[in-house]
């Protein structure tokens, strides 16, 4: 589709989307191969919630990614991938070979019992594979749950049992860095508690070694042996689930949003190419992983969707060393490139002699996603990447939200460091205060809301509807609610301040205050936790723990080293906490509910401003903890 040029369009596709916001949706729909076409383009209220897009329409997601383009560009290429090992060759992978071996998957998992409907659980390393895989399972209407690589098996375990998954398909392990990781054996003990499970399917990658269970465990370079690479695409409802994919709440654990098939598709496609300006055989790289939502919706979907050529990598930022995201940019002639403020902090923390030996000459565009990204490191991006000439879009948006929301378009809307600017067509936001009075006009601060429905958005959270109502719907009426706080300054620009919820972003990652607890609570030494963030210069936010511990061990740092191991099994690396603190108890109510509130105060260094303590049950509590504080 054309997509938006000047700022004076956007303005007016913005207008026309708001005052006509189904004429304006179907008119993008109708680019893409329906097997048959919407009845109607969109019912929906916020209170149960009830949203549906392009009801009666038929097609399939991977019909759009992949068949569509193979007259006009089979022989393009649509996947770079770069290695872990930057002396490992990379690979290019046609559209037309992906096509083909996309088909070929989908066989391997019908041949296997899988069929539409089913979830299927991937867990694997940054590999073609694992885009091949997540393709297959949409060819033939299978509900895809990837979860992120580095969580461990108990975290895999939840959600595989959450979504009641009969096969996974993993790998061997994955090269991230100087690392192997033991993917296979994570598999293996997570299943243990998962008797839904009966088929696994592995691929080699690492070659260490691994147990494979007769009957159940499958490699995947035999199974393709076994079938053609013909397989015609299941035809999908455009409300029939796509995916799942787990994130965090401040309660409980995960919540396994779902996605439908023909929003999705329309979503992700249209704010690929507005907010990255993608052209006619740019290279285009998000460094995301397929395990979170910007892999999913900015890696894999969109950009085929387009028609673009995507670039996956293996590995991490500072391997072999700190250069290596510049190193692959020049390699590849990378024109657009999309990454995390935490990465642009930690690369910047290197020094610029990382960054000198490249030419960067081939960037357009710059992009940031998955937490506020601080003035400081928006010029040093802007300066040093994009040396002052590529448009920086910060772009705001959720797993939740399927795609971008509020973010400039690339060369168009006028940037503001630390701002994501302005809504995309198609997205109203609304600012809230804490009781839900909107505060409208320019220059305000409260909570970020939508209050229309768009086709990307969340359908429900898996298997518990009331979940999804609850946690998105509930808190104000007839509005969706991020958690975010938000400033909408005096240009009308949206700035977005945080979450204003018991989750954390760590690094980018959104992590559950309460599973973080739950993982530090397997200790055995271990009564009671509470989990909370503070500022950290280049993950944004660390993760502060207080624990009271059973009986007093003297070995305090032994102890805390203990915590670490125990959550670094049970959850993942990405969930360690930075400083741990040993109490004697928490700030309590009188009716026993932990005050967060205070130890965020103290965690952020704000001992004299704890606000009311007055409900505390044992006021005594808090100056032991202050005194203690690491
Ligand atoms: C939360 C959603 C968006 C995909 C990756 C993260 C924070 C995300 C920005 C941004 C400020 C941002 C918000 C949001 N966030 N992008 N450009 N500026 N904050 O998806 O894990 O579901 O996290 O990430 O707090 O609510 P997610």
Redesign the pocket.
Known sequence: MKSISTFEEYKKEYQFSVEQPEQFWEAKAEQFTWKKKWDKVLEWNFSEPNVKWFLGGKMNITENCLDRHLKERGDQTAIIWEANDPNEASKKITYKELHSEVCRFANVLKSNGAKKGDRICIYMPMVPELAIAVLACARIGAIHSVVFGGFSFNSLADRIHDADCHMVITADGGFRGAKDIPLKSVVDEAIKTCPSVQKVIVLKRTKCDVIMQAGRDLWWHEEVKKVSDDCSAEIMDAEDMLFILY?SGSTGKPKGVVHSCGGYMVYTTYTFENVFQYKNNEVYWCT?DVG???GHSYLVYGPLLAGATTLMFEGIPTYPDAGRFWQVIDKHKVNIFYTAPTAIRSLEAMGLNFVKPYKLDSLRVLG??????NVEAWNWYNANIGKNRCPIV???????TGGIMISPLAGITPTKPGF?TLPLPGAQPVLVDEKGIELKGNNVEGRLCFEFPWPGMIRSTYNNHARCKEAYFSTYANLYF???GCRRDEDGYYR?T??VDDVI?VS???LGTAEIESAINEHPDIVESAVVGFPHDIKGWGIYAYVIQEHSRKDVEELKKEITATVNKFMGAIAKPDKIQIVSGLPKTRSGKIMRRILRKISEGEVNNLGDTSTLLDPGVVEEIVKGKV
């Open positions: 994130t995301a979170w939502i910007t940031s996603v998955g937490e506020p990204i910060d772009t705001w948006w959720q797993t939740e994501a991020t958690g975010d977005i945080g979450r972003k980018g990652h959104l």
